[in-house]
């Protein structure tokens, strides 16, 4: 199999790590800045799929609204809560079926 070399002489299978500092500044784009998670990406040097990764573990949980909310800060907040739901139960699914997997191997 053949290794495509970046622009910066790696190759594509070549991990790099990052410091948590960094993570947290590119974050920072996203959440302080309003970049976009492909420009914000772009701007460091990473793939899109890696700062978004980084954003669910360091991007701060947003506050739930208050009972002077403005209808458009509601209907985000739901939104925002049934993706969380979503994801919720997708997790619990896949770890109902890993138990059932691992119960099932056990015997």
């Known amino acids: 199999m053949k290794e495509s070399k970046s622009l910066n002489g790696r190759t594509s299978s070549q991990q ?48 739930p609204c208050g009972e002077n909310a403005t209808l458009e800060e509601l209907r985000e907040e739901v939104k925002r809560l049934r993706s969380q739901l979503r994801r919720a139960e997708l997790e619990r699914e896949i770890l109902k079926k890993a138990t059932a997997y691992f119960a099932k191997e056990s015997l």
């Open 16 to 63: 790099r790590n990052f410091s948590e500092e960094f993570k947290r500044d590119a974050v920072r784009l996203v959440v302080e800045e309003k970049y976009t998670f492909a420009a914000a990406a772009k701007a460091v040097g990473v793939s899109d799929k890696s700062l978004r990764d980084w954003h669910r573990k360091f991007a701060p949980q947003p506050k």
